[in-house]
């Protein structure tokens, strides 16, 4: 199982380049440090639909996005700086115009490679697609779907990962076992069965185990923590 | 071409197509090249006995001749006058001369006013201004035997021993070269085919899909019968666009990048995309990775001659460098731009690169699709029918 890449900021700052080069040409670096890349600018919102692909861009949103260094371990801010959405809970958006466009390690386990190109074109691209259905009078929580705030939010998106019920418990069993490094077919099963893992759900196990790896397991857990403080 | 154009993709396809070379003038080029290789073979011949072949090179050979801007001006017809022969017999001034002799007959012999001219490396013949090109004849000696010691010996182990890619290297004659009129083994050595296999091995998969379609579309009864020229995969169509951007932005400056880098880093690029969008999205993307750095020194290797840097004069001239990245920078934006507007709003900038004159040809296309006025909130709409039928757009959560 592939471990998280563990990026220096000149690659990150490269992932950058690739996705300015023609994917978002209208973004550009503002700032380079040693601990982030920022860029800022104009970000294009391209629709799914092979009908409207003929139009172009459906959107464009000013925003500023901060990518740390420990990416993707960690994940970008994404900011909306053109004032387009009001900072309401509703709207997924901080006072600060921060956007709280996904459930990040649920994006690093399904995600098919976790580059900046991903992460700019899938769910950073999916927030501003939801806010622009939004803004053109449809009711985008019903139609597209929305998180609900907090912990209950985090299970929900944590349970279509793990395959589980979208309890604390549930959850918290399941990461038990996929963060460590192994999978013992004679440990208790974490769906509740009180079996063992071999005869109850091994299979699905392993293939779960093949997309989150301890690595990301630890980063759900943490995020779970921090949100039940 | 009455084909309407209705998304981007189709309008790139067919600016492409209008600044390709006319078929009906593509077919005449070969029956040029036909006409004088059968002249070389006639028994009267002076080469005769050294069973000479003729072959196109360049970008004919690969599928990604593009017209000059200006219509008047003519096309550049590449081909290799291959004879048997070898370096220890011939000096490269009398294999020149060999050739040179058949190349002056040929044109007498069909009422070519200008006489060939003695180049540097090559014959040109200039045909009368209406046939709107010249041919440029390169005198070669086959050379595959010392071609593969000689990749070995630079350590190019895997491509020495490739078949394909090495046997039709060659030798060639250059006036510059400081032995050209004594019996030496230094010649310099060139390998268009090889080149041009490789470049086939890039897009073998999409070139035989074409191929089939057309076959299935009943143009051809079958796969072996449909010419390489008729089919246009999305990289030759990339290179074709991008080499007519770098034209209309450079002209004749010298520092612009010159076809030979654009191709071979498209090409290294390319990664098998069915169309011309997704196609020019790779290789402008990433094309530039293609480039080494060895120090301060820059290479765009030869894949059939690593020794061989297209990227040479760079170190001498780094204005040469710096334009390669402002041309790549100028593409990208242009076509980048171009896919997030309209397929039926082209950018003015899109527009002034591939030339207005090839703009006015297929812009009456586009007008044939029928508008349809949509209204924000429908395209919205339909936005959300797709993604409640297909999902794949992830949930805003507030954390
Ligand atoms: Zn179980």
């Known amino acids: 199982m592939a471990r998280l890449a563990k990026l220096t900021i000149e690659e990150i700052r490269d992932e950058v380049l690739s996705l300015i080069a023609f994917d978002q040409p209208d973004l550009n670096i503002i700032e380079l440090s040693d601990d982030k890349v920022e860029i800022s600018g104009r970000l294009f919102v391209m629709p799914k639909s092979p009908e409207n692909q003929p139009l172009g861009a459906l959107d464009q949103f000013e925003v500023r996005i901060v990518i740390p260094i420990g990416f993707p371990a960690i994940e970008p801010l994404v900011f909306e700086t053109g004032g387009r959405i009001e900072r309401e809970l509703d709207y997924h958006v901080n006072p600060n115009g921060s956007c709280c466009y996904s459930v990040w390690p649920a994006w690093l386990a399904d995600a098919k490679d976790q580059s900046i190109s991903e992460v700019v074109s899938g769910p950073i691209m999916d927030f501003f697609r939801w806010q622009y259905v939004r803004l053109n009078g449809i009711d985008a929580a019903t139609a597209i779907g929305e998180r609900q705030h907090y912990i209950s939010g985090l299970l929900d998106a944590y349970a279509e990962v793990l395959d589980c019920s979208p309890t604390q418990k549930s959850v918290s069993s399941h990461l038990k076992v996929l963060r460590r490094k192994w999978l013992r077919s004679r440990w208790r099963c974490p769906c509740g069965s009180r079996k063992k893992i071999g005869v109850c759900c091994e299979t699905n196990l392993r293939k779960i185990k093949g997309r989150v790896s301890p690595e990301i397991a630890e980063i759900m857990q943490e995020k779970l923590n921090s949100q039940s403080r | 071409m009455t084909k309407q154009i209705s998304n981007h993709i189709e309008f790139l396809d067919a600016m492409a197509d209008a600044i390709d070379i006319p078929t009906k003038l593509h077919e005449k080029a070969i029956d040029r090249y036909n006409s004088i290789g059968e002249y070389f073979q006639r028994p009267t011949s002076g080469i005769f006995d050294r069973d000479p072949v003729t072959y196109p090179q360049g970008s004919f050979l690969l599928g990604t001749v593009i017209r000059p801007v200006g219509d008047a001006d003519e096309f550049d017809l590449d081909i290799v006058c291959q004879v048997q022969g070898s370096d220890n017999e011939l000096t490269q001034e009398e294999l020149k001369q060999l050739v040179g002799i058949e190349v002056n007959d040929y044109a007498s012999a069909n009422g070519i006013a200008k006489s060939p001219k003695d180049g540097r490396r090559c014959w040109t013949i200039e045909y009368s201004k209406s046939e709107k090109f010249h041919m440029d004849i390169l005198p070669a000696l086959p050379n595959a ?17 490739d078949v394909e ?7 060639i004659t250059d006036k510059e070269h400081e032995n050209y009129a004594s019996i030496t083994n230094d010649w310099l050595i060139s390998n268009p085919r090889g080149y041009a296999a490789w470049f086939r091995q890039q897009q073998s998969a999409e070139f035989d899909r074409r191929k089939s379609l057309l076959v299935e579309d009943r143009q051809f009864a079958s796969v072996d019968e449909v010419p390489d020229y008729r089919v246009k995969t999305p990289l030759q169509r990339a290179i074709q666009l991008l080499k007519r951007h770098r034209d209309t932005m450079y002209g004749d400056d010298p520092d612009k990048p010159i076809s030979i880098i654009i191709t071979t880093l498209s090409a290294q690029a390319y990664s098998g995309e069915q169309n011309i969008g997704d196609a020019l999205r790779t290789i402008l993307t990433d094309m530039d990775k293609h480039i080494a750095d060895e120090g301060s020194v820059r290479y765009v290797r030869n894949p059939v001659n690593p020794e061989e840097n297209f990227a040479d004069k760079w170190e001498e001239f780094p204005a040469r460098e710096k334009e390669f990245h402002r041309w790549l920078k100028a593409a990208q934006t242009d076509f980048s731009h171009y896919f997030r507007r309209p397929y039926d709003s082209v ?20 007008a044939l699709a029928s508008p349809t006025v949509v209204s924000p909130k429908e395209v919205a709409s339909k936005e959300v029918d797709y993604i409640t039928e297909h999902g794949g757009n992830s949930k805003p959560w507030q954390g």
Not at chain 2, 165 to 171: P, R
């Open chain 2, 145 to 161: 035997h010392r071609y593969r010691e000689f990749l070995i010996e630079k350590g190019h182990v895997g491509l020495g021993a």
């Open chain 2, 165 to 171: 890619l090495t046997e039709n290297a060659l030798a």
């Open chain 2, 347 to 366: 950018p003015s900038d899109l527009v002034e690169r591939l030339t207005q004159n090839t703009f006015d040809k297929v812009s009456p296309l586009m």
